[in-house]
């Protein structure tokens, strides 16, 4: 499941077409990925409209058009944007091409979980606006941050870090790194921390955010050996500051890794 670097990275292939008109919309539009949008609307508008930039935030995107069209897209488990040739062979899972007249520009889901959202108006839409704040802006603040974990206090901190209506765009890779780097276990109650401790959990959600979308929303890449990340799946594979074999459990509904010496209990 792509999380927040992963969202930026695909959300840049389709850069190359800023400031040009999308010549023809192909879609498949029986798939439900486009559930409750006004299709007829969408095929009418965006043709002739230009891409004017776009926005991601947590696991979504913004595109937005001239002629007051916006496109959302979430890219659910298997979602990809790529851009291809003007003429190129639309395939099966293509289910949204926009054709400009030098690219275009692709959207492709073969397990369908993925979503797109049109909205046809002057200003941004509802659903963009109300989403959270990116972990990244200064409105993510400790404050806001201990308020949340206060009111999930009994929940284990692994839960609550993937909950997307705070942490946006934190996975499940991305919520074991925080942990790992606070040296908090994945378990411990999110309403017990000490002050010290959540002002641990607060930098470090926000440098591994910026972490991953330096390294990953740039080409693709792996963070380096130093990261958990790299070390997470390995069979047998081992804590990368001190060699420990990494702990592995279903916390807070997902597989988890953690580093018993540097997490303990
Ligand atoms: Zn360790």
Redesign the pocket.
Same mark, same amino acid.
């Given at each position: 499941m792509p999380e927040l670097a992963e969202v930026e990275f695909f959300r840049r292939r389709w850069d190359v077409g800023v400031g040009q008109k999308i010549a023809a919309v192909t879609l498949h539009e029986e798939k439900r990925i486009f559930r409750g949008n006004d299709l007829t609307t969408l095929t009418r508008v965006l043709p002739g409209a230009r891409l004017l930039a776009s926005e991601a935030r947590g696991k979504q995107m913004l595109f937005r058009f001239s002629h007051d069209a916006w496109l959302g897209v979430h890219l659910g488990m298997t979602g990809e944007l790529r851009h291809e040739p003007r003429e190129f062979s639309v395939g099966k899972h293509d289910h949204l091409v926009l054709a400009q007249s030098r690219q275009s520009l692709v959207f492709s889901d073969p397990r369908l979980f993925g979503r797109v959202l049109f909205h046809h108006g002057a200003s941004v839409p509802e659903w963009w606006s109300r989403l959270p704040s990116a972990l990244t802006s200064d409105a993510f603040t400790l404050e806001r941050m201990q308020a949340f974990l206060q009111r999930r206090a009994r929940s284990p901190l692994k839960g609550v870090l993937l909950q997307q209506e705070f942490f946006i765009g934190i996975g499940n890779w991305m919520a074991d790194e925080i942990l790992w780097r606070a040296k908090l276990h994945p378990s411990r109650a999110a309403g017990q921390l000490t002050d010290v401790e959540a002002r641990e959990v607060w930098k470090t959600v926000r440098f591994v955010c910026a972490g991953a979308l330096r390294i990953v929303a740039e080409d693709y890449s792996d963070p380096p050996a130093s990261w958990l990340f790299r070390h997470r799946w390995e069979k047998g594979g081992r804590?990368p =500051?001190?060699g420990?074999e990494l702990g592995r459990a279903t916390i807070g509904g997902r597989t988890t890794a953690w &580093?018993a =010496? &540097?997490q303990p209990r």
């Open positions: 804590c =500051k001190d420990s &580093c =010496k &540097c």
